[in-house]
């Protein structure tokens, strides 16, 4: 049996109307609150009870899917192409600061810069702590051996975040690697 547009249309009752509206409402909400949490989850209820409240044969109730599915679609395009150019991009919903360099940010190429440089251990390393190289601190980790603080530190290499360090002798000491100190 075929469904005509008309005996589709005749079939949205009061319930299915408020579980389309709802449903769509609680998507939309969800759009603008992070995560998948609880209108998410009801949103996506209530356009089921939608159409299975809808659903009085297999014909009507795929025609209703594709329905909720194109509605949701296009909500969801206008809303993606708002967030990248529209109203909701100058919103203060969407993050727009950037960390710049000149800003003093550093990214992760730019610690390169810092192998060969030498510091002192701000914190003990067995193996990971903290130096201090020229007044910037940063994360560091030795090659396995226990460092004390306070003892000078090369740049060895810089592996995405890892900082890697060796100890070096200053003032014609030896590097300290016993545990004694």
């Known amino acids: 049996m075929e469904l ?4 589709f249309v005749q079939g949205f009752t009061l319930p299915v109307v ?13 759009m603008f609150i992070p995560g998948f949490g609880v209108g998410g989850f009801l949103g996506i209820a209530s356009l089921v009870a939608a159409i299975l409240l809808r659903a009085d044969s297999f014909t009507s109730a795929l025609w209703m899917l ?13 809303f993606m192409r708002s967030a990248a150019k529209g109203a909701i991009s100058r919103s203060p919903l969407i993050l727009n600061d950037q960390l710049k360099q000149e800003e003093g940010f550093m990214t992760t190429r730019d610690m390169e810069y810092f192998v060969g440089r030498e510091g002192i251990t701000e914190t003990v390393l ?7 190289f020229d007044g910037v601190k940063l994360d560091v980790v030795s090659e396995g051996e226990f460092i004390p603080s306070n003892v000078g530190v090369k740049v060895l290499r810089v592996e995405g975040r890892r900082i890697l360090v060796k100890a070096v002798a200053k003032n014609n000491e030896a590097p300290p690697n016993d545990l004694s100190v």
């Open 18 to 30: 408020i579980c389309l509206v709802a449903g769509i409402g609680l998507l939309i909400v969800e």
């Open 66 to 78: 594709i329905l909720v599915l194109v509605i949701v679609g296009v909500i969801l395009l206008v």
């Open 126 to 132: 067995r193996p990971a702590g903290m130096a201090n």
């Open 4 to 7: 005509t547009f008309a005996e």
